[in-house]
């Protein structure tokens, strides 16, 4: 296991990437070496538009990295079986030579390619935000002259994957664009998330515009003594608890603070990016302990799936099925995620079957994958 100050150096670097993405490929060489692996990768999939929103990568050639990304339509198909919730749980390391045997021989023809010239043993690749328009991996490559991972850099990542997820949401957020002190008030001003810069028990140091309209209308957050506050008492304990260990430990905040659920006329989520430490965070706003970002909830299927729906003739409730299987969850998951009974989700997958002309759950994903537009590499910057 790390040691205490290593660890904290390395949550340190990962929420830097959230206010300086540049930063990716020396975070991820910190990471590799934590673990001993010889090169890294981290990905932001847009699935909505079939595209990588971004790819940084540490220890590898750019001609490695385009070869992976070559790959990308056998890759969809990957994510969509080995990410699948019951095979990877979120935030949980996956070995992938542990499941290759079961990707048929084009997945071992695609893995052998992207292992054997840089003499890879084995790649480990974690889900770090899995939502219906993204899916975000982070993956760690051991060369054969190491060993193969054991269990000591396994508890590792799952001691960063929190911050790493939480980094990533705000990079999303953020639209991948960097933050810079002399900027800040006109940066902030141009996202279309609220942005709120809180110091101490939540003191408002600074509110950007689409914050300011919320403050202005109560809803879904308010200003109560220069305080910020929340009106569901649970929702402001959870976002009070992350904002008091952004200052006090942030290694401690853990999962805390992302996709914090607050109630009110539309869905919205709150993260807590912690700024109390660390030298480029600090510089952003003196005194700062945290910015709070609030974004409107997902709503409605992504653009293709939806389309698919549309070519099917499937329902609404049957689409919502559709999106969550094609998302890598189980039929009791998607039960149990749309309020639903089983027998009544079992009752729309039939249903779904009869109007795509399939017989399996297996086939139709299969027929997703088939006319969902694979993902695309990210265009050059």
């Not at 999106?323 to 027998?343: F, H, N, Q, Y």
């Not at 997958?349 to 759950?361: A, P």
């Amino acid at each position: 296991m790390l040691a205490p100050e290593r660890l904290s150096d390395l949550i340190g670097r990962i929420y830097d990437c959230a206010i300086e993405p540049d930063r990716w490929p020396d975070t991820l060489a910190e990471i590799c070496r934590a673990i001993e692996c010889a090169s890294g990768i981290i990905l932001l999939i847009d699935l909505e538009h079939s595209r990588h929103k971004f790819a940084y990568s540490w220890g590898v050639s750019p001609q490695w990295v385009q070869r992976y990304l070559a790959y990308s339509p056998e890759l969809t198909g990957f994510y969509r079986y080995l990410f699948r919730r019951q095979l990877c749980p979120d935030g949980e390391p996956l070995i992938l030579s542990h499941y290759i045997d079961a990707v048929g021989p084009r997945g071992q023809e695609v893995y052998g390619d992207l292992t054997k010239p840089l003499g890879i043993l084995d790649m480990m690749q974690t889900v770090v935000l899995r939502e219906m328009r993204r899916l975000a991996v982070i993956g760690a490559n051991r060369h054969e002259s190491v060993g193969a991972l054991t269990a000591g850099e396994l508890a590792t990542m799952r001691l960063l994957v929190p911050h790493i997820q939480r980094a990533v949401k705000i990079v999303d957020i953020l639209d991948v664009r960097k933050i810079e002190a002399q900027t800040l008030s006109a940066t902030l001003d141009t996202f279309t998330a609220a942005v709120v810069i809180v110091g101490d028990r939540g003191r408002i140091f600074h509110a950007n515009a689409a914050a300011r309209r919320m403050l202005a209308a109560r809803e879904p957050i308010a200003a109560v003594n220069g305080m910020l506050s929340i009106r569901d008492a649970k929702a402001g304990h959870d976002l009070a608890d992350a904002i008091a260990l952004a200052r006090a430990d942030e290694g401690k905040i853990g999962s805390g603070g992302i996709g914090i659920a607050l109630p009110g006329e539309e869905p919205t989520l709150a993260h807590v990016l912690p700024l109390a430490h660390g030298d480029l965070r600090t510089r952003l706003v003196p005194q700062a302990t945290a910015a709070v970002f609030i974004t409107r909830a997902e709503s409605g299927p992504p653009a293709d799936i939806a389309a698919l729906a549309a070519s099917f003739g499937l329902t609404p409730a049957e689409t919502r099925v559709v999106e969550r299987l094609a998302g890598g969850a189980t039929l009791p998951e998607v039960a149990k995620a749309l309020d639903i009974s089983w027998m009544t989700a079992k009752t729309h997958l039939h249903h779904i079957f009869s109007k795509t002309g399939v017989s399996r759950q297996a086939d139709l994903i299969a027929l997703i994958d088939r006319l969902v537009p694979p993902v695309q590499r990210p265009k050059p910057s």
